[in-house]
């Protein structure tokens, strides 16, 4: 069985260290433990892109192909600001692959599936059409089990994962008809994280809208922004692409760091020793992106929302806490 990289191998070579040869820092969230990693090592499951969902169940192998080979050459654009089509292609793939296909993908997108299930059961309940709960099992409905716990709604992981893939180029073409901020980190005692999930949430002046935050280098990032416009471009064209360069300071640079580590799954990989950099971590790890749901009554049904963000999340003691 093919063990899979979710976080592709292209991209955390870019983290090693120079001293260490082909190897790189990494710190885990859990215990905080540090050690040293190649990228072949790090981010990757058994038959990880392998769905049974899908009609072609390694489907998005042949996605990654037009997207892995390009990664260097489009980072290298970014940093003279000058992305092609090519490169805003490549790097929307990167960041819509992880956003489908990772773990922590998978984790975070499984609620809303979970949340149909319950809305549409407590649906069918109140139109009549589920047979009552028989008394050895408690009695009531199906929809009252399920709130007070009697009846669990438990999604397959890879069922998230196959509608993601399913809609990947969806997903690439909007990323790429958004505008984005390119990222310049020229502190060198301040580079930037990367993760087994290295993409930051950031909140904007609309509560609907999140900015998405995605290290390519330790010194480059992007800041891609949604909007909402219903006469958006759509397409591989991107013509609706924009790109401003932003040369930031070290508290901005800082602040990114910290959301990068809040956002990541379970280990932070980092491209030199600093001595600042496990006490920020061990400040910043109890945090984690979840998915939820959000339900409203209209009067004429409920309209569920799936939202997602960072949020507190206890991964444990760790080593001398």
């Known amino acids: 069985m093919p063990l899979d990289h979710f976080v592709s191998?292209?991209?955390?070579?870019?983290?090693?260290?120079?001293?260490?040869?082909?190897?790189?820092?990494?710190?885990?969230?859990?215990?905080?433990?540090?050690y040293q990693c190649d990228s072949a090592s790090q981010c990757r499951v058994e038959d990880g892109n392998t769905n049974k969902y899908l009609q072609d169940q390694r489907a998005v192998e042949e996605f990654l192909k037009t997207i892995e080979g390009q990664y260097n050459v489009s980072v290298d654009e970014l940093r003279q600001g000058k992305p092609t089509?090519?490169?805003?292609?490549?790097?929307?793939?990167?960041?819509?692959?992880?956003?489908?296909?990772?773990?922590?993908?998978?984790?975070?997108?499984?609620?809303?599936?979970?949340?149909?299930?319950?809305?549409?059961?407590?649906?069918?309940?109140?139109?009549?059409?589920?047979?009552?709960?028989?008394?050895?099992?408690?009695?009531?409905?199906?929809?009252e089990m399920i709130a007070d716990g009697?009846?669990?709604?438990?999604?397959?992981?890879?069922?998230?994962?196959?509608?993601?893939?399913?809609?990947?180029?969806?997903?690439?073409?909007?990323?790429?008809?958004?505008?984005w901020d390119i990222l310049v980190n020229?502190?060198?005692?301040?580079p930037f994280f990367t993760s087994d999930y290295p993409i930051a949430n950031e909140d904007t002046d609309d509560p609907r809208i999140l900015n998405r935050i995605v290290p390519l280098a330790p010194n480059?990032?992007?800041?891609?922004?949604?909007h909402l416009r219903t006469n958006r471009a759509k397409g591989f064209e991107f013509r609706d692409f924009r790109s401003?360069?932003?040369?930031?300071?070290?508290?901005?640079?800082?602040?990114?760091n910290r959301?990068?580590?809040?956002?990541?799954?379970t280990v932070v990989f980092y491209s030199k020793y600093l001595e600042w950099i496990p006490?920020?971590?061990?400040?910043?790890?109890?945090?984690?992106?979840?998915g939820w749901n959000e339900n409203f009554d209209t009067g004429r049904g409920i309209l569920q929302l799936s939202r997602q963000n960072t949020r507190p999340y206890n991964y444990g003691a760790g080593e001398n806490t």
């Not at 959301?259 to 799954?265: F, G, M, N, T």
Request: charged share 25%; net charge positive.
């Open 150 to 179: 009697r009846v669990v709604v438990n999604v397959d992981p890879k069922y998230p994962q196959a509608v993601g893939i399913g809609t990947i180029m969806d997903r690439v073409s909007s990323f790429g008809n958004f505008a």
């Open 244 to 256: 401003s360069m932003m040369n930031l300071r070290r508290s901005e640079v800082v602040d990114i």
């Open 186 to 190: 020229t502190h060198e005692d301040t």
């Open 85 to 143: 089509g090519e490169a805003i292609y490549a790097i929307s793939g990167f960041v819509s692959y992880v956003m489908s296909c990772s773990p922590a993908a998978m984790r975070i997108n499984t609620p809303m599936f979970a949340g149909s299930v319950q809305m549409m059961a407590g649906m069918l309940d109140r139109r009549g059409d589920l047979a009552a709960v028989p008394a050895e099992l408690g009695g009531g409905t199906i929809g």
């Open 9 to 34: 191998q292209v991209h955390l070579k870019n983290w090693y260290d120079a001293k260490l040869g082909k190897r790189m820092h990494a710190i885990r969230k859990t215990d905080l433990k540090r």
């Open 220 to 226: 480059l990032a992007i800041r891609i922004r949604p």
């Open 279 to 290: 006490d920020f971590v061990k400040k910043n790890r109890n945090f984690r992106v979840e």
């Open 259 to 265: 959301r990068l580590i809040r956002s990541a799954e």
